[in-house]
Nanobody
Framework: QVQLVESGGGLVQAGGSLRLSCAASGRTFSSYAMAWFRQAPGKEREFVATILWGGRITYYTDSVKGRFTISRDNAKNTVYLQMNSLKPEDTAVYYC????????????????????WGQGTQVTVSS
């Protein structure tokens, strides 16, 4: 039972940058992997990035690798997604998610492994 609140979305031109934030409350944040997913209009929700509980191991979908960076600040119970060199195809609602079990050792991109989700924040990239 954890509550997640995303912020930082907005409208940006192609090539620009945004930083999304996800503030968590309700359980021991530092013991759980966190992830970002996104859902574009007319498409299913897809994995974007994840970061393990220790903050040193990350994994990204190929389409954002080298452009997006996931990070976390356990002291602030917050996970971030820094998005650079944005493209129109990055337009989507971005969701923050928390792992359903603590201390996972291998990153997962499976949606069912994440037991808590935020409400989403809209990112729109214009051409």
């Amino acid at each position: 039972q954890v509550q997640l609140v995303e912020s930082g979305g907005g409208l940006v031109q192609a090539g620009g940058s945004l930083r999304l934030s996800c503030a968590a409350s309700g359980r021991t944040f530092s013991s759980y992997a966190m992830a970002w997913f996104r859902q574009a209009p007319g498409k299913e929700r897809e994995f974007v990035a994840t970061i393990l509980w220790g903050g040193r191991i990350t994994y990204y979908t190929d389409s954002v690798k080298g452009r997006f960076t996931i990070s976390r600040d356990n002291a602030k119970n917050t996970v971030y997604l820094q998005m650079n060199s944005l493209k129109p195809e990055d337009t989507a609602v971005y969701y923050c998610a928390a792992d359903s079990r603590p201390l996972r050792q291998i990153p997962t991109m499976t949606q069912s492994d994440f037991g808590a989700w935020g409400q989403g924040t809209q990112v729109t990239v214009s051409s």
